[in-house]
């Protein structure tokens, strides 16, 4: 079968030819229809040594969808046939947090034991892809796969950011969302299906602004000497109440802990190499809250499923055959991807 194979630490990935899998023990085979590129892709090419838990070779690709294709003899869940999206951090299994669905906060992410599919072990950037369990397979009926791929890293991860700092998002607050790419068009579209915030965008792109509104954001602005000021007057003042930040640069942090309201809460996603120093007394806002949320459990990836099939969410895509998997990757280190780049293979 074909697939995109990162060989070594930045080289860019090639399509290859390897041998198709066949599940044994627990493992399910599924054959894809849909696997999105997410900057994160570029992160990991970029790699150096050392700075992932894991190493190539493998086929990349860890926003998968398609359908169940065989079932090694031990294997429960979906049956063959059945329409799945993957579930992409792939822990121990056996940890508290593991059993409760929270593979993304596996106790035993350590070292290079942890991966998830197309981190370390062989994604979705393929015509078929290896998945241990039937557990990491969520249904998704009748979901267009381009539309599923997607939801499984750029809706699933916005939305668990956006669940850390719901409690910060009542009547009358404002949410501001930093980088309207892949994740940041659809942070704003679960802000607005799932809080009552006033939903602010930035960006440095003119074109993510659009998106951003299209999306269902009230207001955007460039990302400028400026901004902070800006904001500020958006909310009469007061501050932003909420900040989602999907760049997580050193201007973006500094941006965040200048907009934010005393109290307010900023979800840093983006993995930009920014530092935000901490420091008491300082000039950080009092009650300033950062977290650092990273992908989201299996019960959040079933909501955000049913909250696409109830047509709250609607993935913007370019979709690209998996033979073009070097433009598609091309145009998003260039950041001129419009919401999300899917390869169909
Ligand atoms: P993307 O390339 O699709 O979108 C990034 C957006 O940010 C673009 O619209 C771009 O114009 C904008 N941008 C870039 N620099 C900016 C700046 N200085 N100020 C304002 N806007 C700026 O990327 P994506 O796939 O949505 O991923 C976003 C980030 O989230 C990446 O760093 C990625 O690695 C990270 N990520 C983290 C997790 C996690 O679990 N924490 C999961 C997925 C992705
Ligand atoms: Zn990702
Ligand atoms: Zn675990």
Request: include cysteine; glycine fraction near 14%; hydrophobic fraction near 40%.
């Amino acid at each position: 079968m074909r697939a995109v194979r990162l060989t070594a630490w930045g080289r860019e990935p090639a399509l290859s030819e390897v041998e198709r899998p066949v599940p044994r023990d627990a493992e399910v085979l599924v054959r894809v229809e849909a696997a999105g590129l997410c900057h994160s892709d570029i992160h990991v090419i970029d790699g150096p040594e050392g700075a992932l838990p894991y190493r190539p070779p493998f086929t990349l690709g860890h926003e998968v969808s398609g359908h169940v294709a065989a079932l090694g003899p031990d294997a429960d869940g979906p049956a063959v046939g059945e329409r799945v999206v993957v579930y992409g951090p792939w822990g121990c299994g056996s940890c508290a947090r593991c059993v409760a669905g929270q593979d993304n906060y596996c106790d035993r992410r350590r070292g290079l034991n942890w991966h998830g599919v197309g981190l370390g072990r062989d994604g979705g950037m393929a015509e078929y892809v290896l998945v241990p369990a039937g557990r990491h397979l969520v249904p998704i009926g009748d979901l267009p796969a381009h539309q599923a791929a997607p939801l499984s890293d750029a809706g699933l991860t916005s939305y668990h950011a956006v669940n850390g700092v719901r409690h910060a998002l009542r009547d009358g607050t404002t949410a501001a969302v930093i980088g309207v790419g892949g994740l940041g068009h659809l942070a704003v579209q679960i802000l607005r299906a799932t809080t009552t915030s006033r939903v602010v965008a930035v960006d440095i792109r003119e074109e993510a602004l659009t998106l951003a509104q299209r999306s269902g954001a009230h207001a955007g602005t460039l990302m400028r000497t400026d901004t902070a000021r800006a904001l500020r007057a958006r909310t009469g003042g007061v501050g932003v109440d909420a900040v989602l930040d999907f760049v997580g640069n050193t201007a973006t942090l500094e941006l965040a802990a200048d907009v934010l309201r005393p109290g307010g809460e900023v979800a840093v996603v983006g993995s930009g190499g920014g530092q935000l120093t901490v420091r008491k007394p300082g000039f950080l806002p009092p009650g300033f809250r950062l977290s650092l949320p990273f992908w989201g459990t299996r019960p959040e990836l079933a909501e955000v499923i049913a909250l696409a099939r109830s047509g709250a969410l609607h993935v913007e895509t370019e979709q690209f055959p998996l033979s073009a998997a070097p433009e598609a990757f091309d145009r998003l280190r260039q950041g001129r991807v419009a919401g999300r780049a899917v390869l169909l293979p």
